[in-house]
Structure formats: structure tokens, C-alpha cells
């Protein structure tokens, strides 16, 4: 049994930085992915980044290419986001979530959630 507590949400400011963390208590290696999503008031649920433990692979939307950078750490089982030039457009809810069923890009394929950070870019 996975669960999973997200942490390290907060206000920034815009160009600033955040690193998001994912505690993944029960981690098994032979999960095939995890990943962030974020969700904004209004706005649809938006896969943000995952990696693909089958081969080590990570992947990104465009609207968060060369800004973030999701890791995973096997020492203590916890996802990272590290989260440069922050945008006010980046305000969301921030979910960590692990083993989808199919698509890796569609929330409702997975099958463990975390309760979700806050992170809100504002001047």
C-alpha cells in the first residue's frame, strides 16, 4: 500500500523558486510511474512531469519545459519538483500521484493521490 504526502508549497514571488517534495511511504521498485499534477480554481487537472521507472525516463508539458525538473529519490522513496522562473500562471494545487493504469498523462488512470501543496506565484 502507497501513500503519498506532498510538502514544500508556499508563496513566491514571480522568477522565484520552489522545490516540491513527495513522500512515497510503501514505494515498491516495480511501480511503473510517478508524477505531479497540478490543478488551478477553474482549470482542468494538468499533468505536470513524470518519470517512467522502466527505464528512468522523464517527461514534461510544454508549458513547464526548461523550468522544472521532477527526480526521484531511491534512498529515502521521495519525488521531487524543483521549480525555477516561477510564474504566476504556475499558482495551483500541486498533486503527487503514482501508478497509472495506462496513460501516464491522464489523472484519473492513477491509483494513489496525495493530498495535494499549494504553490502560488504572486508580486
Known amino acids: 500500500q502507497l501513500q503519498l504526502v506532498e510538502s514544500g508549497g508556499g508563496l513566491v514571488q514571480p522568477g522565484g523558486s520552489l522545490r516540491l517534495s513527495c513522500a512515497a511511504a510503501?514505494?515498491?521498485?516495480?511501480?511503473?510511474?510517478i508524477a505531479w499534477f497540478r490543478q488551478a480554481p477553474g482549470k482542468e487537472r494538468e499533468g505536470v512531469s513524470y518519470?517512467?521507472?522502466?527505464?528512468?525516463?522523464?517527461f514534461y508539458t510544454d508549458s513547464v519545459q526548461d523550468r522544472f525538473t521532477i527526480s526521484f529519490d531511491n534512498a529515502n522513496s521521495t519525488l521531487y519538483l524543483q521549480m525555477d522562473s516561477l510564474k504566476p500562471e504556475d499558482t495551483a494545487v500541486y498533486y503527487c500521484a503514482a501508478e497509472p493504469y495506462g496513460d501516464a498523462w491522464y489523472s484519473p488512470e492513477y491509483e494513489y493521490w496525495g493530498q495535494g501543496t499549494q504553490v502560488t506565484v504572486s508580486s
Open positions: 518519470i517512467r521507472f522502466s527505464d528512468g525516463s522523464t
Open positions: 510503501g514505494f515498491a521498485f516495480h511501480y511503473y510511474a
